[in-house]
Nanobody, 116 residues
């Protein structure tokens, strides 16, 4: 069984930066992709950023140029550096992993609130 544990959420002012971290733990697993989705109240869950094992990164249109995803393969950890945060970035951010065996895994979510 694989677990994804997130950290780094919080309350920040518009224009600020924040970094999220997610670590995958378990035994005998292979990470094919890890990344982040978010869900704001009353909205559908949407892709923020995802990074494949081959090093290919994809970003949601609304965060392109402001957010950067990176990884630490030795620790099975992925980071999301969020810069120039806007109130519309307020959401629960979920770590996602496409991992063998098992398929899709989700973290418990971490709240990010951008407000003055």
């Amino acid at each position: 069984q694989v677990q994804l544990v997130e950290s780094g959420g919080g309350l920040v002012q518009p224009g600020s930066s924040l970094r999220l971290s997610c670590a995958a733990s378990g035994t005998r697993f292979i990470v094919n992709a890890m990344g982040w989705y978010r869900q704001a109240p009353g909205k559908r869950r949407e892709l923020v950023a995802i990074l494949t094992r081959e090093g290919i990164a994809n970003y949601g249109d609304s965060v392109q140029g402001r957010f950067t995803i990176s990884e630490d393969n030795a620790d099975n950890r992925v980071y999301l550096q969020m810069n120039s945060l806007k109130p519309e970035d307020t959401a629960v951010y979920y770590c996602y992993g496409r991992i063998e065996p098992g398929g899709d895994y989700w973290g418990q979510g971490t709240q990010v609130t951008v407000s003055s």
